[in-house]
């Protein structure tokens, strides 16, 4: 779950993380008096909101209050803009880089940390980027910090600093089961080491155990909001063929077969177990408000009877009453008897995903 | 010899009298694995397939285990896993899905160092046809032989084997990486295995889209491998996925795509299958 910047800072705060002072506002009326200049900028979960006018400074409540009723009317790149968070505008000497996520090759936390942060890091060269791969067994200790200050040309003063933050960075990436946490930039200002961003990513499956944050809206559709609170992964795509398959790979796999045949489709549907009637019926619910013109079913049954799949099917055919084409590839246990209700029932079925689709490109090009 | 477990592998179950636990226990005593006990806290005493159940893992020691799996539910294992290893034990193949990713590098960590193998989380687990079978793949797909299969998914994993099977090519081993972030083993991990493996004569990798653990293979098999490899890449039609702010980008440096990794297959002298079903095609071109 992706965090927004002020429940980012929020965070950080509450481990020794230092951030610019201020607070978020909803609405312009919760502006406070501006006694010195103030930043207002859109809390929104993607980046690039400096280029798209999502920040803006004000140097009295009233100015404040216009530029943040602008940002929070605003939309950038697709997102709404939920709220402002109005901060002290700080005197920037330096930006810095500084970001932990989990690093899937060596499994294990990797610390990156650059001098030249800031919005191009991204083109920054790799000898400009620091990396420390964490043993989780030690943990981040002082040393972590002294060996990477050095790197950063941070000395005396500042490499304190440097290696609090980052072992109360460390310490809140455990402690909040985070993907990523990120600072960029970390500006040099007055002789502090400040966050002037935060980016933070917490591990959906870990928020059992974080009560106190709270839950922020996915970047779904609301049809995907429903179908994933049915249990179903279900992505929407933009193509005409509803699909409905089992496990994440062969999902996946389907999609990919029916571009190449130039078939596209129109969502992705993983129905998890298909031990149930059920739950292969009320798959098609979600596929149905897709309004696809065709319907393609892949299951690779593995241990799961085919005739209760095909029951499924059979039962969402006629209690919806589906009348667009329906293939059906069923392979498993009693994969025979399955296939066979489903011919009684008219709906076309395979053994195996070639020949289905090959089917399913006859009926779509035949219907053109 | 086979890859990681065997005929004498002695197997216990954590969570053997949930769904999941019940169910392919049973599947595994039916494909001929050694499954000598299983454990629930507070069900001791009980017996499921008639294999007797315990209330800790220290009580199953009696049985000599040498392998788990691992059915409980996704907050209990990071528990599970380290009762294990505490214990002992050592191979531990998680079937969970959803396990919190700081718990899966906790374990993966210590088992790395204290020398424990780690199958999965949220994987099927691993099958040694005519020997032995610790997790949820479909006994009937199988035939024994000399292809191995490393897949970091599930189904596809049978769609694949199944197509091996049909077509004349039995297999050595066949193992499910997990589909998380972070798993016990990668592709490298077990490509010197199956390397190393008698029984193994050619290896098919089943990959996805995400991380770089392909195109660290392919780098590996250049230079480590002498068996012929062949591949398939799941996910080339997908979206972008959910960006992981600048940091993704940084560390995978325009690696992770399917493009990407099947550029490093193919530099790599690995064939990669177009279709699912065109696997045993591309082995006959580099196999027999």
């Known amino acids: ?368 | 010899m086979s890859v990681i477990v065997d005929e004498n592998t002695k197997i216990i179950v954590q969570g053997i009298t949930g769904h999941q636990g019940s169910f392919h226990s049973g599947e595994m005593i039916k494909f001929g694995a050694k499954v000598v006990a299983g454990v629930t806290p507070g069900k001791g005493g009980m017996k499921v397939h008639d294999v007797p159940v315990y209330d800790t893992v220290e009580e199953t020691l009696v049985h000599e285990p040498d392998a788990t799996m691992i059915t409980v539910p996704a907050p209990f294992v990071k528990d599970a896993a380290f009762e294990a290893m505490y214990n002992g034990i050592r191979v531990v193949y998680i079937l969970t899905e959803k396990v919190p990713l700081h718990d899966a590098l906790d374990i993966v960590t210590y088992a790395r160092s204290h020398g424990h193998v780690v199958i999965g989380p949220n994987g099927p687990g691993i099958t040694v046809p005519g020997k032995t079978k610790m997790g949820i793949m479909p006994n009937h797909i199988f035939k024994k032989g000399t292809v191995a299969v490393a897949s970091r998914s599930g189904t596809l994993t049978y769609e694949i084997v199944n197509a091996l099977t049909l077509n004349g090519y039995g297999q050595s081993t066949v193992i499910g990486l997990g589909g998380d972030r972070i798993t016990g083993l990668n592709f490298v991990d077990i490509l010197e295995l199956f390397e190393k493996d008698e029984d193994t004569e050619a290896i098919v990798l089943v990959g996805e889209i995400g991380g770089t653990a392909e195109e660290e293979a392919a780098e590996y098999i250049k230079k480590n491998v002498s068996k012929p490899v062949v591949a398939y890449i799941a996910g080339r039609s997908a979206p972008p996925g959910k960006r992981m702010g600048h940091a993704g980008a940084i560390i995978t440096r325009g690696k992770g795509t399917a493009e990407s990794k099947i550029k490093a297959f193919n530099e790599a002298g690995v064939q990669v299958a177009e279709f699912p079903w065109e696997i045993p095609q591309a082995l006959k071109k580099v196999y027999k």
């Open chain 1, 1 to 368: 779950m992706n965090l927004y910047e002020y429940q980012g800072k929020a965070l950080y705060r509450k481990f020794g993380v230092p951030t610019p002072e201020g607070y978020v506002a909803f609405k312009p009326e919760d502006i406070k008096d501006v006694t010195k200049d103030v930043v207002i900028k859109a809390q929104v979960l993607t980046g690039g909101r400096g280029k798209s006018g999502g920040v803006k400074f004000a140097s009295t409540r009233d100015e404040a209050m216009e530029k943040a009723k602008e940002i929070l009317a605003m939309e950038i790149k697709g997102h709404k803009v939920r709220a402002v968070l109005v901060e002290e505008k700080l005197k920037i000497e330096k930006e810095y880089y500084l970001s932990i996520l989990i690093d899937r090759s060596t499994r294990a936390p990797l610390i990156m940390a650059s001098p030249d942060g800031g919005v191009e890091i991204e083109s920054v060269p790799d000898e400009r980027i620091f990396k420390y791969r964490v043993n989780p067994e030690i943990g981040v200790q002082p040393f972590v910090g002294r060996a990477l200050s050095k790197k950063m040309g941070f000395s005396g003063d500042l490499a304190k600093q440097f290696t609090k933050i980052l072992i109360n960075l460390y310490r809140m990436f455990r402690e909040y089961d985070a993907e990523l946490v990120e600072i960029n930039p970390l500006v040099l200002s007055e002789g502090k080491l400040i966050a002037a961003d935060s980016k933070v990513v917490i591990d959906s499956d870990s928020l059992y155990r974080h009560k106190d944050l709270e839950e922020n809206a996915e970047e779904k559709t609301p049809l995907e909001l429903e179908a994933n609170k049915a249990g179903y992964a279900f992505v929407e795509l933009d193509g005409n063929v509803g699909v409905i398959a089992n496990g994440a790979g062969l999902t996946m796999a389907t999609l990919d077969t029916l571009l190449l045949y130039g078939l596209k489709p129109r969502n992705f549907l993983d129905l998890g177990g298909t031990d149930s009637v059920d739950i292969t019926k009320n798959a098609f619910t979600y596929v149905l408000k897709a309004n696809p013109e065709a319907i393609l079913v892949n299951i690779f049954g593995g241990v799961t009877k085919c005739d209760t799949v095909a029951q499924g099917i059979i039962a969402a055919k006629e209690s919806f009453n589906i009348d667009m084409p329906i293939v059906v590839r069923l392979s498993g246990v009693h994969e025979e008897e399955g296939r066979k209700m489903l011919a009684d029932a008219g709906i076309h079925a395979f053994a195996d995903m070639r020949h289905a689709i090959e089917k399913l490109k006859e009926i779509m090009e035949g219907s053109q």
